[in-house]
């Protein structure tokens, strides 16, 4: 399975990105995004199932929006409100059963 990642880059504080992963195949259980920033652990964004269940961490409530479209087998991140701390490496990953996959991940950086 790969996962293609795309729509990061430059934004100024208090901007909008939407992220994009696209799976080469349907029917995983769940996808989430994760980040990393610099000298930082990876950590949890936002999840959602195949039924639509969202789980977002608390820094993510109220500013990103997570969706899946089936059809198009893909994933997306709405992030709003952008602050300088939200500035990571994304990674998508996408779990199928017990089997987990990562994409090649995809650059946000916040700044003025």
């Known amino acids: 399975v790969q996962l293609q990642a795309s729509g990061g880059g430059l934004v100024q504080p208090g901007g909008f990105l939407r992220l994009a992963c696209t799976l080469s195949r349907g029917g995983f259980s769940a996808m989430g995004w994760y980040r990393q920033a610099p000298g930082k652990q990876r950590e949890l964004v936002a999840r959602?199932?195949?039924?639509?269940?969202?789980d977002y961490a608390d820094s993510a409530k109220g500013r990103f929006t997570i969706s899946r479209d089936i059809r198009k087998k893909t994933v997306y991140l709405q992030m709003n409100n952008l602050k300088p701390e939200d500035t990571a490496v994304y990674h998508c990953?996408?779990?199928?059963?017990?089997?987990?996959?990562w994409g090649q991940g995809t650059k946000v950086t916040v700044s003025s």
């Open positions: 990953n996408a779990g199928f059963g017990h089997v987990n996959y």
């Open positions: 959602i199932t195949s039924g639509g269940a969202t």
